[in-house]
């Protein structure tokens, strides 16, 4: 488990994050916030790469990470050892990771089946396409089954299906594992995250569950037809989504106020998201 | 599924593993060294030798000078190595990772430490080659203090790796300080080219250096350990100094320290001259000359008397007087003087006619080295592996043991003021005496054409010896010219000096005969090809 208390990270006088509290579990917690929203500040800071300002950080019983923690780490820009194969580079990771020797090439192994790539195993990191390195980031973060592993926006850069694959990754090891995946695409997030945090100008706009999020938009969510909504200049709505249906195109919009031409539809994370982020009633379109 | 506890031979083979991986991610740019060193220099020496087509004799001799202009550039060698080593690991994520999951201590310092070890072996090769190839001499000294050189660049480079967080910083220091001492810097602490290293310099300033080092790297691999310590503690005191009312005070305070610092140990460790090239050699045997009241101008025959009874060890420069500041320009000196008596030596009995001054050729070489040169093929066989030096060193000693000062002097006394019948007497004697045979054109021609022959006859002394080779080359001459049909005076009732004189035109005709030119080609020595001697030659 861990505890973070009353978090803070500055640099300079820019505050990155502010008042963070929040304690992260077993199972898997999605991190969501707009770009500059502070969520690689936060995961440094809690992995103890950052020095905090204020506030703590406790791992278990601990004031700062110890090494019974096995954890993983996907950073925004992963490192590639362009050099080294694929199975090189996983090997150097288990390495720093203290993985015992005789489990090392047995961990690769697995890691590499996890993303996929067993079949690249022998091919230089400099060889691979952007998509597949991300995938040897993620398969260097879960080496050694780790009982927390952070991800910096893992998707970046991965087609639907590896998408799709990462999230089977995840369904596998939540059982054991904090998992905590930090993004701005909701979509990565809103099917496996049993908990959801969405950070906003450093601060923690919300938590919960999907439910949870999807409820702060509860009432709020409307579908009115585009064309008319587009010359009406009635109410304080905020778009989510363009969308045809049956030969008409509709948009999805969030208001705290009743649209006439609207009807309300059941939320989901990302409506809940973006009330967080752009305030329910907001002044802007 | 994490190991713990205190695993040392595990942890050992780990650190090395995650080093080694640091080396194959270097890919293709790890092997330049290995190109420079046993690619590119070898070329480069080996290049001027190719294009002259000169036999491979002449390797050693005109690749040591190019050698060791390239060599000086092999500290910088481990600085490339943690450039391409450490690059990655400054890089955002990389950095991350590796603080992140970096649980194995001290890993950036050894490292560092092992990229130096490294490099240090990676010489081992190269001093063989230079040994067995270019038989290089004190090389277990040069490579000592090249390995404290190279170690003194990695804590730099280390030292402000870790405080600056960057390579880029890291590197640009050692190289431009090397680049530009290399260049110009006479006085420099680390300059490679212009000393003789001998023990007590890697002793007083080398050794002092490489410990002075090992305390800074020791110091900042702990920075590097405690960082987050640090940061905790002395960090916000900086910071407060730095961003406070004071910081002007501070900066400053900073500024006198690392100047004042800089000069403590440039003043502490910076060498004394200990070394001469030899372009420096003339000036500094003339200031020396001036130093004991003595004027011998350079180039004239009594300078290279001077330079013979140097050379014999006669003369050293430190045993006239003890007052020489520094015994290494007393040896320097010496080392010229050995040098040029030698160079004049080579361009007299060169096989090659017009012989290229050895001075010339090696200017840059430091004077204690070139001596050195001298040992090599084909220079030793015309100079100091001849029978001619040898006789010459029996001659000097004879001369000062009979209390002449100077060798221009003993041989005009003791020979060219002798008559040619007393000389005729004399060498009848000497000839029965040490079997040389009889007094027959045979033996003139033998004696005048292969010198050695009469040198290697120790059973007479060199003063001896010299008058055997005074008449046998006048008896030769006469002989000489009465087979060509030339006018040969009157050798009766005058003194050798007097004939030398008059003899001296038909000498040159003689040997601008080819007939002469056939007898010469059937001597083997290797002042044969020069024919009967001029007059000049005959006490050189």
């Keep these: 488990m861990i505890r973070v208390d009353h978090l803070e990270k500055r640099f300079g006088k820019k505050v990155a ?64 050892f362009e050099e080294l194969t694929v199975e090189e580079t996983l090997a150097y990771f288990a390495t720093l990771k203290k993985i015992p020797k005789s489990q090392r090439n047995e961990e690769v192994a697995r890691c590499l089946k996890l993303v996929r790539l067993t079949g690249e195993a022998k091919k230089k990191m400099g060889a691979l396409s952007g998509g597949m390195v991300r995938r040897i ?54 099917g496996i995250c049993d908990h959801i945090l969405i950070l906003h100008n450093g601060r923690l706009a919300a938590t919960g569950t999907r439910k949870e999020i999807e409820e702060i938009a509860r009432g709020k969510v409307w579908v ?62 | 599924m994490l190991y713990q506890g205190d695993r040392g031979g595990e942890q050992m083979r780990d650190r090395l593993r995650i080093l080694y991986s640091g080396f194959r991610n270097m890919g293709k740019v790890y092997w330049a060294p290995y190109f420079l060193l046993f690619l590119f220099l070898p070329y480069m020496a080996y290049q001027p030798v190719a294009v002259a087509q000169f036999s491979d004799q002449f390797v050693p001799l005109i690749s040591t000078d190019m050698l060791q202009s390239f060599s000086a550039y092999i500290p910088l060698i481990p600085v490339w190595y943690l450039v391409f080593y450490f690059r990655g690991q400054f890089e955002p994520g990389a950095a991350e990772l590796l603080l992140a999951y970096r649980r194995i201590p001290y890993v950036r310092s050894f490292d560092a430490l092992s990229i130096w070890a490294h490099t240090a072996f990676l010489l081992l090769p190269f001093a063989l080659l230079l040994k067995m190839w270019l038989h290089f001499t004190n090389l277990l000294l040069y490579s000592l203090q090249y390995a404290i050189i190279m170690f003194v660049y990695c804590v730099v480079f280390f030292t402000i790796m870790i405080l600056f967080r960057s390579v880029l910083l890291a590197a640009a220091v050692p190289i431009i300080y090397h680049l530009l001492t290399s260049i110009g810097g006479e006085e420099s602490i680390l300059f490679l080219g212009n000393r003789a290293l001998n023990g007590e310099i890697l002793l007083t300033k080398y050794l002092p250096l490489f410990f002075l080092s090992l305390a800074v790297g020791i110091g900042v691999a702990q920075i590097d350990q405690n960082r987050k310590t640090l940061e905790r503690t002395v960090a916000p005191q900086i910071k407060k100094l730095r961003y406070g009312k004071y910081k002007t005070l501070f900066f400053a305070g900073m500024t006198v320290l690392a100047i004042g610092g800089g000069v403590l140990i440039y003043q502490t460790f910076k060498p004394d001259k200990t070394g001469h090239k030899v372009y420096e050699g003339e000036s500094l045997v003339a200031s020396l000359l001036k130093h004991f009241q003595t004027e011998i101008p350079a180039g004239t025959t009594p300078y290279f008397y001077f330079a ?233």
Excluded at chain 2, 322 to 347: C, I, K, N, P, T
Excluded at chain 2, 474 to 486: D, F, N, T, V
């Design chain 1, 17 to 80: 994050v502010q008042d963070i509290t929040l304690t992260l579990e077993r199972g898997v917690y999605g991190l969501l916030g707009p770009n500059g929203a502070g969520k690689t500040t936060l995961m440094r800071t809690i992995l103890g790469l950052y020095k905090p300002d204020g506030g703590q950080v406790r791992w278990g019983e601990a004031n700062a990470r110890g090494s019974d923690f096995s954890f993983g780490y996907l950073p925004q820009q992963f490192m590639a």
């Design chain 1, 224 to 285: 009115v037809p585009a064309e008319a909504k587009r010359e009406s200049t009635e109410g304080h709505w905020h778009l989510i989504n363009v969308y045809e249906q049956d030969g008409q195109e509709w948009m999805r919009v969030l208001s705290g106020e009743q649209l006439a031409e609207g009807k309300l539809v059941q939320p989901n994370v990302e409506d809940g998201y973006f009330c967080c982020i752009r305030g329910i009633g907001g002044e802007s379109r």
């Design chain 2, 308 to 540: 013979e009874r140097c050379a014999a060890g006669l003369a050293p420069m430190m045993e006239k007087d003890d007052s020489v500041e520094s015994s290494a320009e007393a040896g320097s000196a010496d080392a010229y003087l050995y040098f040029y008596y030698f160079d004049q030596m080579w361009r007299r009995f060169a096989p090659q006619r017009e012989a290229e001054s050895l001075i010339e050729q090696n200017r840059q070489v430091l004077c204690v080295q070139a001596p050195s040169i001298l040992e090599k093929q084909p220079y030793a066989d015309y100079t100091v592996a001849s029978y001619h030096w040898m006789y010459r060193q029996r001659l000097c000693r004879e001369m000062v043991e009979e209390g002449y000062q100077e060798q221009g002097e003993y041989y005009q006394k003791e020979i060219q003021e002798l008559v040619w019948e007393n000389v005729e007497e004399d060498v009848q004697f000497l000839l029965q005496q040490s079997n040389l045979g009889d007094d027959t054109p045979a033996f003139w021609e033998r004696a005048a054409l292969d010198r050695d022959w009469i040198y290697t006859r120790l059973s007479l002394s060199a003063k001896d010896q010299t008058k055997v080779l005074s008449y046998a080359r006048l008896a030769y001459i006469r002989h000489r010219a009465s087979e060509l049909g030339l006018a040969c005076p009157d050798y009766r009732g005058k003194t050798i000096g007097n004939l030398e004189v008059q003899t001296s035109e038909l000498v040159e005709e003689i040997n601008g005969s080819p007939s002469q030119m056939q007898k010469n080609e059937r001597y083997n020595s290797p002042y044969s090809h020069c024919g009967i001697w001029p007059k000049e030659w005959m006490n050189f």
């Design chain 1, 137 to 190: 980031g993620i398969a260097q973060a879960l080496l050694g089954n780790p009982s927390v592993v952070f991800f910096d926006e893992p998707t970046a850069g991965l087609d639907p299906e590896e998408r799709m694959n990462f999230k089977m990754c995840i369904a596998e090891i939540k059982k054991q594992a904090t998992v905590l995946i930090s993004t701005h695409i909701v979509s990565d997030v809103e």
